[in-house]
């Protein structure tokens, strides 16, 4: 981790300073620009301002809540109730759906049918059959959460936004 900060922060002051230079600033300037803490465990080490909202974009207080566990027991629901029935070749259903804060289902439609209908049906009745979901994690700022699953004679996938 220190190296990648250390790689960062050489990186930045050659660009700023090859930037200072083309444009006729003084050095002197750059190694005196303004410097923030930035805490890493127990060690704070001064930073750049410019580095500092570099580091910003992988901090972790900056990221959204974690929302895998949540996933897992949603998915592993819709599982359970996922029957197909059984078809020839290999049909694949893309349904997409929205979940409210308190884990109502706000609506879904299939974006990429199988081409059988029997099959597509038993998609959307899983994930009907699984409604209501949890609430929402508490952390979570949105008002919705956008849902997408394929499903497979073999399984399913789960994407979110």
Request: proline fraction near 5%; aromatic fraction near 10%.
């Amino acid at each position: 981790m220190l190296r990648l900060f250390l790689g960062l922060l050489v990186s930045v002051l050659i660009v700023n300073s090859a930037n200072a230079f083309m444009m006729g600033a003084d050095v002197a300037e750059m190694v005196t620009a303004p410097f923030t803490l930035h805490k890493t465990g127990d060690n704070d080490i001064p930073v750049p301002k410019s580095v500092q909202k570099a580091m910003d974009l992988f901090s972790s207080d900056d990221e959204e809540v974690d929302l895998s566990g949540y996933i897992k027991i949603l998915q592993q629901k819709v599982k359970d109730n996922f029957n197909p029935p059984e078809v020839e070749g290999s049909p694949t259903t893309v349904v997409f759906f929205k979940l409210t804060r308190t884990g109502r289902l706000d609506s879904f439609k299939v974006i990429k049918s199988s081409g059988n209908e029997l099959f597509d049906h038993a998609s959307v009745r899983a994930i009907q059959m699984s409604a209501p979901f949890d609430y929402l994690p508490s952390g979570y700022e949105k008002d919705l959460l956008k849902v997408q699953y394929t499903f497979t004679k073999r399984g399913m996938s789960v994407n979110y936004f």
